[in-house]
């Protein structure tokens, strides 16, 4: 079993529609978990930290944690194009362990 | 957050050669970490570097191979060793991710090994 999980994709959402993006993790006692969004060629940039159970809101993001579930989400609202990238699920203990990504399309 | 400025961005190297990888951060920090990104894939941790001790290795990635230097608490460098086409990749610098703190990373070196 891979210590952090995510569907490859591609992720294909209609501008204007809700993007969920999903990712589970191994590691029980994880403490800190994030998402990255990477465009190709550019290095992984943050989006979003989340530290305890629940949802925290940042704009048109919204990540959830269910730490009893070992499950992490991003919820990205009213899609725009320029979210196509591949989003990188982390989970930190000494250091950060990064999901394959998953490649999201918004289809204008 | 941390600025992170890392060079060279890219470089083509012929096998067999070495390339040094520079990783400077605006402010003073304990660890700083490297990770490789393989056409393709996603980021794997190759080293934590902390100042004033030698680098801790991930399993797969020995310091013959890639060795790396911390002298201070703002710089550190990584080298890729007799390199082989295998040896393509971006090369990433960060700081951060531990505890309940964001990570920060350098924007890349991409190495091209023909």
């Known amino acids: 079993q891979k210590e952090v999980e995510q569907n490859s994709g591609p992720l294909s959402v209609p501008e204007g529609a809700i993007a969920s993006l999903n990712c589970t993790y191994s590691d029980r006692v994880s403490q800190s978990f994030f998402w990255y969004r990477q465009y190709s060629g550019k290095s992984p940039e943050l989006i979003m930290s989340i530290y305890s159970n629940g949802d925290k809101e940042d704009g048109r993001f919204t990540a959830q944690l269910n730490k009893a579930s070992q499950y992490v989400s991003l919820l990205i609202r009213d899609s725009q194009p320029s979210d196509s990238a591949t989003y990188l699920c982390?989970?930190?203990?000494?250091?950060?362990?990064f999901g394959s990504g998953t490649r999201l399309q918004v289809q204008p | 957050s941390a600025v992170i400025s890392q060079k060279p961005s890219r470089d083509i190297c012929q096998r067999g050669t070495s390339l040094t990888i520079q990783c400077q951060v605006d402010s003073q920090v304990t660890m700083m970490f490297w990770y490789r990104q393989q056409p393709g894939q996603s980021l794997t941790l190759i080293a934590t570097a902390n100042q004033g001790s030698e680098a801790t290795y991930e399993s797969g990635f020995v310091i013959d191979k890639f060795p790396i230097s911390r002298p201070n608490l703002t710089f550190s460098t990584l080298t890729v060793s007799n390199m082989s086409p295998e040896d393509s990749s971006i090369y990433l610098c960060?700081?951060?991710?531990?505890?309940?703190?964001?990570?920060?990373f350098g924007q890349g070196t991409r190495l091209t090994v023909v």
């Open positions: 982390a989970v930190a203990r000494r250091a950060l362990t």
């Open positions: 960060s700081v951060g991710g531990t505890g309940n703190t964001e990570a920060f």
